[in-house]
């Protein structure tokens, strides 16, 4: 499942007009909507902001619109078991043909899930967003502002650290060391940088020309070659891949032809073969794709999923891949990297929860998958048998955050968001090991040989133990929650980095400081940049899914920003360079007109909306753009 945070919940049913909810558990699986020709639009369902603190005032909306300018019969949020009116956030707003913003606001007083989803009806036929087989999560809520994120590379022999790098308020998506510990990759935000082991001043950073908006969950990712030599990374929208001497990408793919948003890449070993799990929509055959290149860029194959795929990683060999997905497709995949056919294509191995992790021996003989939430589990296959070997229950279902395993396939490691640390020898699906610490877990690794590992965590802290002893040998104290980690392969060279939990049922905290709060004093949030009915504005996330696929232009957006800016400048008078701002804004008039000439030229239409996309230099996979119908845009 994708979007910004994933679900568990329970389903409605609306009859004669009023909505009423299912007394069930917050599990269940919502069935879809028939499909009408009277049906509504719901798009941009989404919560502002989507991160933050408690005693927060966090803002739940969605736009309207009907074909025929119907007014809504109602327009409801189900939230946290119950179902609410929602209210237009422009009560003069009644044009409901182009679409009218609705709005629910609520102030958090404790840690913990929010979901929620949104559904309305003209009386007619009905819609629903921010859904895919169960409810949206959000907003996310930390203890922390996470604006001292940092990269730190640490000794796991010694049990210190060496160096740190400040990233500030960027989340660290990704960091990868070669297997010697050499060379270190690391991807935030907005950038990759590229570091000798040996000094945490960057060989060199390469910053995005796009920014994205700090707390999505569709994160990107960074991967590096065996020899340090080559560095693949997806970030805001493409795919890049770089050469160590240089911070300029040998070359770039264009990722937003397919979706746009990435949840992992990796790198064979040898740097002949790179890939990327996409986010995107279930119906749209171009996105939600894993996606395979060879080393000079050309795309080898692609294959659909119905859910975003969450994680892919090759095998030592670089001859096979495993991967996985989120809802509604909740499968375990090895492909071979000559065919996009499937070696394994698993049932669904949760259900309602998202496939969040998968690992690969170095022959690719054995794989293992690590489930989310409800059905929390570890998942070990076999490639020649296709079958399950075994599955091990987490406690309490908790869901596995962090997983690896040995390049010979002998240990399985994992970590839960219920803190619990478990250690498998792959013969049996009994732990060897399993232990527990007070502090929801966001990374763990093995060394090669599983005589050591670490986890990462809530308490924002670094533990390195040793095989066979419970008390951690080693805890370093980082700035924020460790959400990534990466041990060399010969074992001297630990790499971590902190950010948010991008992507999670539970709201992330120590587990030590659960409490709720009065929230005497509420925190008004910052004002949102824009609003875009048509897709979401952060770069890094995927498509805005829900019953029906439309949206505006980017054209109307900008028309929208430049009319608004007009009349703020206008209405507040203010002078630019000693003139009066009457002259700006009749120069702004004129390119509004200019574009809106311009965009009665466009050549092809979004079929449900009837609006000109192509040529607006964005690849609009949700209004069925390709490469084929729409080359200018979807080059590859």
Known sequence: MAKFALVLFAFFLLFSGSAYAENLSPAGVIPKLPKTANDPILINGKVHPFWGPICQRYTYSVVYSDKA??????????????????????NEDDDYQKGVKYIFKNVPKKYGSNFYYFEASNGLGKARASIIDSPDNGPVLFDSDFNDNEIVLIDPLAGKE????????????????????????????????????????????????TKSNIGGDVKGGVAISADGAKVFAALNGKALFFDRKSNKPVWTYNLEQNGGGAYGVDISKDGSHTAVAMAGSESDENSN??????????KLWQYHSSGNWHEVSFSTDGLYLSAATGCPDRRGYLFSVDSSEPIIKSEPLSGESPIDEAKISADGDLVAYGVESDYGAIVLMSKNSKQIIWKYETPSNKSVRAL??????????????????????????????????????????????????????????????????????AEIKLNE?????????????AAAGTSGAVYFFESLIDLNSAKVSSCNQIIEPPKEETTFFGGQNNTNSPPIQSDEKTGVPVVSLTLSIIAMVVFVLVSRGREVKGKRIILVSLGLVTILALLTTAFFFWKDEDPQSGKNICGDSICNSSFGETKNNCPQDCME
């Open 69 to 90: 300018g119907r007014p809504p019969q109602y327009v409801k949020i189900y939230f946290n078991g119950k179902l609410l009116d929602m209210q237009k956030e422009d």
């Open 162 to 209: 060496l160096w740190r790098y400040p990233t500030g308020p960027e989340w660290v998506g990704a960091v990868a060391l070669s297997d010697d510990g050499r060379y270190l990759a690391a991807q935030s935000s907005s950038h990759v940088y590229f570091f000798d082991s040996s000094t945490n001043e960057p060989l060199w950073i390469y910053e995005s020309p």
């Open 289 to 298: 794709v894993l996606l395979l290149f060879n080393q000079k860029g050309k």
């Open 404 to 473: 690896t395993m040995t390049p010979d396939g002998k240990f399985i490691g994992a970590g839960t968001f219920g803190g619990d640390i478990l250690l498998f020898e792959t013969k049996s699906s009994n732990p060897v090991e399993r232990f527990k610490i007070n502090s929801s877990i966001g990374a763990f690794d093995l060394s090669d040989d599983g005589s050591v590992f670490m986890t990462g965590s809530a308490d924002k802290k670094v533990r390195i133990y040793k095989r066979g002893e419970t008390k951690a040998k």
């Open 481 to 493: 929650y460790v959400g990534e980690l990466d041990i060399s392969a010969n074992g001297k060279f």
